[in-house]
């Protein structure tokens, strides 16, 4: 519920309204999610994404502890392969050093804006911190994922640092 009430506070600050999906974020199976994508409310706020001229999001790390890799509908191979491969998500995606999909398989499977959606959008805000995130952070920069940055300095000093060498 924190992460609704944070979604709603930060729609409230901007004097807009917060659409939320009310889906799994990644499902068993193609199958289930196309089958989700019909429902009329969640097609509704698919498009609304796609749609969208401003975008704000955050992004992930592929840490053993982040959230979308505790995940009961990731298997064990699944995670022991992107804690290897990824740098993060980037709205529930994982890409690796390149900025590519990690696994087409998981992408198929998962609800969210594509990150080819994501790239036509105008005005990209990634919000973001924290040393874990500085990979992500990077590939999201550098791979047109994100045109506007909110973080914070100690993170930023890292960016830069990874981007000198």
Partial sequence: ???????????????????????????????????????????????????????????????KSSYLLTLPTLSRDVKLFLEQKAVGDICSRFIDTHGRVCLPELNDRTMAVTLAQLRRIPEKIMVAGGGAKVAIIRVALEHGYANRLVIDAATAAQVLDMRAN
Wanted: no cysteine; net charge positive.
């Fill in 1 to 63: 519920q924190s992460e609704i009430e944070a979604v709603n506070r930060f729609a409230e600050a901007f004097k807009a309204k917060a659409h939320l999906l009310g889906a799994p974020t990644v499902f068993q199976n193609a199958e289930a999610k196309a089958a989700m994508m019909k429902e009329k409310q969640v097609a509704a706020a698919l498009k609304r994404g796609r749609d969208s001229r401003v975008a704000v999001f955050t992004v992930g790390d592929a840490a």
